[in-house]
Structures are given as structure tokens and as C-alpha cells.
């Protein structure tokens, strides 16, 4: 479904937004991931955060392109998500629930075609939020919006809008969120001198504080197994990360962050290895 069409409101602005946040922590996260030919695939988690820590073991289970995924959290939550492709052509099916909260429960459905796609959810219980977004257009330009009602209070809680261009080297998009009081612009563009890597800036405004806040990120491809991120906003905070492949699907992150402009401040590191036998 990934291949075709203008994409879906969430990936608008997706590839820099990835550049400029995707595995960036302050905290200690080790995961190991194994995987069978049967189609199980288990993962075990332990993150160190703060000084508390707290774990999760997850299992996945694929057949015929059937999905079932299952998570048990150091608190007892147990979290169960079936994905059933292709009911209807072009669509997805997804339903999830979250132990022992029965009012959890919620049922996605998302449809992509050439030239729109869009996703439904809506809540399980007596009182459900609906959420919704489409985008239209093609895989170079497309417009979209999302918005969720909450049925409890009978009122839009969440309202945004988003347009995107893709270009064979490079992407811009617009985005108008938190029910018109932001909006952020970003521009990235493939650079042949970070060995595939990118360049990035955006600019986000708060209408309703006149805040306006600038950062520019690049990512430079190493050597293929090797990849270093930073980025710097106009209030002074610069992370730097440096993500290496062990072996096939393994990979060693890690990360730093720093207030250039609050000295006294000591630096946040951390790092997260994920391990796949």
C-alpha cells in the first residue's frame, strides 16, 4: 500500500521530521529482536529513564498477511492489535485494545489509492472520539487534513491541514495545526556530498505566543552500515546521533543533547541497541 498514491496525512513532512527527532533520547534503551521462519517475530525491551526503569516483551505473529501483535509492559498492560489487509481492495484493517482497559478498544480502517487515502478510527466504548484524515493528489503533490470529534462533549477537539511537494531530490510542506495556532514549514533536499544524506530546515510559529523557532538538521551517510544526524534550533539546543548496523538489522544508537545557551546545564546522553540474532 506504501507504494502508491499521495500518501497519508501523517506522512506529510514525514522525511524531515525523521531527519530532525527519529531517535534522538536522553535515555538508556536496550532491545532484543529475534524472528522465525513460521512468521514469529519476539522482542524484548528495557528502557532506563530518569533513574526508573521499565520494560515491555512483544510478540508478532504474520499469516497471509494477517497480523497479530501482542505487548505485555512492566506495569501489566497488555496491548493486542490484529492487521487484516485487503478485506476491501486497497484497505487495512486494524484493530487494537489495551488490557485492562476495556474502554480502550478502537477499530482503524485505512484505504490508499492512486489518487486518495484516507484513515477512519473510532473508539470502542460508549462515549468514542472518531479521528479521520485524507490526503489527495498524486506521489509528487497532495493535500490534507485530519481531525478527531469527541462524541462525549460533542466538539472537534483537534482540527489540521497540510499540503506537500516532492521533488526527485528534495520536499517541502506546509502544516496548520493545534486548531490554526501553528504552523510549520519545512524544506529538505538530498545532498551527493552526505553520501545520500540530507539537509534540512524548519520554521515553526505559535500564533497565539508570536514564538517562532528555526532548526536546521542534516544526516550524512558514513558508509552504508553508518549513519551521524545533528541539528540546532535558534534557542540554542543541539543534538548530534550516530547510528551504526552491528550485523543485519541490528544497530547500535547513540545520542547527545546539549543547551548552548545554558552552560550550566549539563549535556543529556543516551543510547538504545537493538540486537537481532
Given at each position: 500500500?506504501?507504494?502508491?498514491?499521495?500518501?497519508?496525512?501523517?506522512?506529510?513532512?514525514?522525511?524531515?521530521?525523521?531527519?530532525?527527532?527519529?531517535?534522538?533520547?536522553?535515555?538508556?534503551?536496550?532491545?532484543?529482536?529475534?524472528?522465525?521462519?513460521?512468521?514469529?517475530?519476539?522482542?524484548?525491551?528495557?528502557?532506563?529513564?530518569?533513574?526508573?526503569?521499565?520494560?515491555?516483551?512483544?510478540?508478532?505473529?504474520?499469516?497471509?498477511?494477517?497480523?497479530?501483535?501482542?505487548?505485555?509492559?512492566?506495569?501489566?498492560?497488555?496491548?493486542?492489535?490484529?492487521?487484516?489487509?485487503?478485506?476491501?481492495?486497497?484497505?487495512?484493517?486494524?484493530?487494537?485494545?489495551?488490557?485492562?482497559?476495556?474502554?480502550?478498544?478502537?477499530?482503524?480502517?485505512?484505504?490508499?489509492?492512486?489518487?486518495?487515502?484516507?484513515?477512519?478510527?473510532?473508539?470502542?466504548?460508549?462515549?468514542?472520539?472518531?479521528?479521520?484524515?485524507?490526503?489527495?493528489?498524486?506521489?509528487?503533490?497532495?493535500?490534507?487534513?485530519e481531525t478527531s470529534f469527541s462524541t462525549s462533549i460533542?466538539?472537534?477537539?483537534?482540527?489540521?491541514?497540510?499540503?506537500?511537494?516532492?521533488?526527485?531530490?528534495?520536499?517541502?510542506?506546509?502544516?496548520?495545526?493545534?486548531?490554526?495556532?501553528?504552523?510549520?514549514?519545512?524544506?529538505?533536499?538530498?545532498?551527493?556530498?552526505l553520501n545520500g544524506g540530507a539537509a534540512v530546515g524548519?520554521?515553526?510559529?505559535?500564533?497565539?505566543?508570536?514564538?517562532?523557532?528555526?532548526?536546521?538538521?542534516?544526516?550524512?551517510?558514513?558508509?552504508?552500515?553508518?549513519?551521524?544526524?545533528?541539528?540546532?534550533?535558534?534557542?540554542?539546543?543541539?543534538?548530534?546521533?550516530?547510528?551504526?548496523?552491528?550485523?543485519?538489522?541490528?544497530?547500535?544508537?547513540?545520542?547527545?543533547?546539549?543547551?548552548?545557551?545554558?552552560?550550566?546545564?549539563?549535556?543529556?546522553?543516551?543510547?538504545?541497541?537493538?540486537?537481532?540474532?
Amino acid at each position: 500500500m506504501s507504494g502508491k498514491g499521495p500518501g497519508f496525512f501523517s506522512d506529510i513532512g514525514k522525511k524531515a521530521r525523521d531527519i530532525l527527532t527519529k531517535d534522538y533520547n536522553s535515555d538508556q534503551r536496550f532491545t532484543i529482536s529475534s524472528s522465525s521462519d513460521t512468521g514469529l517475530d519476539l522482542n524484548s525491551t528495557l528502557v532506563k529513564s530518569r533513574g526508573l526503569s521499565s520494560g515491555d516483551v512483544a510478540a508478532e505473529f504474520k499469516y497471509k498477511n494477517k497480523t497479530v501483535h501482542v505487548k505485555v509492559d512492566t506495569e501489566s498492560n497488555v496491548l493486542t492489535t490484529f492487521t487484516i489487509p485487503d478485506v476491501v481492495p486497497s484497505t487495512k484493517s486494524i484493530a487494537s485494545i489495551r488490557l485492562p482497559d476495556y474502554n480502550s478498544g478502537k477499530f482503524e480502517v485505512q484505504y490508499l489509492h492512486d489518487h486518495v487515502a484516507f484513515t477512519t478510527a473510532v473508539g470502542l466504548n460508549r462515549s468514542p472520539a472518531i479521528d479521520f484524515s485524507a490526503t489527495i493528489g498524486t506521489p509528487s503533490i497532495a493535500f490534507g487534513a485530519e481531525t478527531s470529534f469527541s462524541t462525549s462533549i460533542r466538539k472537534f477537539t483537534k482540527y489540521n491541514a497540510g499540503v506537500c511537494l516532492k521533488m526527485p531530490s528534495s520536499n517541502a510542506s506546509v502544516i496548520l495545526a493545534d486548531k490554526g495556532d501553528s504552523m510549520k514549514v519545512s524544506y529538505l533536499h538530498e545532498l551527493d556530498r552526505l553520501n545520500g544524506g540530507a539537509a534540512v530546515g524548519e520554521i515553526s510559529r505559535r500564533f497565539s505566543t508570536n514564538e517562532n523557532t528555526l532548526t536546521v538538521g542534516c544526516s550524512y551517510v558514513v558508509d552504508p552500515q553508518t549513519v551521524v544526524k545533528a541539528k540546532l534550533n535558534n534557542h540554542g539546543n543541539l543534538g548530534a546521533l550516530l547510528q551504526h548496523e552491528l550485523t543485519h538489522k541490528s544497530f547500535l544508537t547513540i545520542s547527545g543533547a546539549f543547551e548552548t545557551q545554558a552552560l550550566e546545564k549539563s549535556p543529556k546522553f543516551g543510547f538504545s541497541l537493538l540486537l537481532k540474532p
